[in-house]
DNA sequence: GTGGTCTAGACCACG
DNA sequence: GTGGTCTAGACCACG
């Protein structure tokens, strides 16, 4: 089962760091279809956040089609994202791993190696746009 | 110069937005000690935000060291953040875009690519709390 | 609960003067961790202020430490300022008290004895500075 | 001659800070009648503002009569502020240096200090109301 | 022309 | 009800 964290202090809001970690778990795999999120009461006490907090996340996810809520039952993942084979999903993050385990040695904190992801991805999408245009 | 933008649906406020860029732009140094930040009028224009919205990042950055307004003259980078050499940095961006790459082609989107990152990330962190913990 | 009271005639903005006077409340003890300061609307009636005046006064003093924000719950004292036995600063007002009628006496009026105190405490640096660099 | 200091950090306009200094030298008579203020242009170096900010600062005292500016010569000053006797003023001011004294080897700071002295002039001026109203 | 303060007021996030 | 973000826009401080 997903374990949800909230940071106080980010200025995401906390309903929205919720609904991203339901999203990202399913784009890599950890949340499958039919499995159970953690009860609205479980988040409240593990992340101290307001009920309608957690209702307001899950009421999103189940917008988007992604969650379904049964009543007396609990919430399930009832949608996917992302498409990718999960053998290559494993291969690609491993390599992945390997690739962070370099960014480290030569020093990389955490937000610098988001920050070089950020800007490849963007010089990635500047360089498609130019393609598609041409 | 920094060019922002701003993505009005993002559950992240404007201001934050605004902040993170100058910090990746930081990090990948892209943006260096002495450069200048776009005018806050001049972002008021190109990203259609309110001046008050830009003050407000601006500010942050101040308080965080990073930047310095000069009333006049406009706001300069004064801080750094990440110290890697910038080979070394070309370096790794430059095998994360061969990976990017990789990944694109086993049909993986941003979203999916920024969660297997997030998650590798994680796990790293896990394992080297562990490390220091035994 | 600290009472504050904006002078809209001051060259002090309305936003420091609140900042200052949590600050000063926070030296003499009139403010300890755990209390609570006046929310936001409440601070907008009485000094007839914006609300984002209160914000930003509020936000410094977040930034710096000494308050913390719960939203939905209120703002809360959450450092301190200055380490003086209670006693020994009681002590002391006591004197200053006495001084400040003895200069009342003699005819002085506040901006003469701001002035004076101004001037004694910089002439000390001063001294301080030369024995420092002897 | 007085010499002027501009904290570019402070919240209070640079401007005002010089009108400040200007009037705090003549409550404790370091500056009298006569006495003639730094030229615009010494100011400009010595505290790295730019001319306008003195000449602004230099236009308010002498609307409030408190300086006179003679073309080619310079500006000088040409009223007062508070009026106690200079013995009187030097005892007090003597007495108050000891205060001080013991409130450092206490441990104060500063900002304790003034924050003290902001605190018994209010209680005073308080105190005063009352007597008022009575 | 550049940053900074502030108002009046809408609307959101959270408890 | 509490803090937080944001807009539209006036006006000030400074270079």
Redesign the interface.
């Known amino acids: 089962m997903i374990n949800f964290h909230v940071d106080r202090s980010s200025?995401?809001?906390a309903y929205?760091q919720l609904?991203r970690q339901v999203?990202?778990?399913l784009?890599?795999g950890?949340l499958r279809p039919g499995d159970q999120l953690p009860t609205v009461r479980s988040v409240v006490t593990s992340c101290t956040v307001?009920p309608t907090t957690v209702l307001k996340a899950y009421r999103e996810l189940e917008l988007s089609g992604l969650v379904e809520a049964r009543q007396g039952a609990g919430t399930f993942v009832s949608g996917t994202?992302?498409?990718?084979?999960p053998h290559?999903?494993a291969r690609?993050?491993g390599?992945?791993?390997r690739?962070?385990g370099?960014?480290?040695e030569?020093?990389?904190?955490?937000?610098?190696?988001?920050?070089?992801?950020?800007?490849?991805?963007g010089?990635?999408?500047a360089l498609r746009n130019k393609e598609g245009a041409a």
Chains 1, 2, 3, 4 share one sequence.
């Open positions: 200025s995401v809001p929205a609904v999203r990202e778990a784009r890599i950890t307001n994202l992302g498409h990718a084979d290559v999903m690609l993050r390599s992945l791993a690739w962070l370099q960014a480290r030569a020093g990389l904190e955490d937000e610098d190696v988001q920050a070089l992801l950020a800007s490849v991805i010089e990635n999408a």
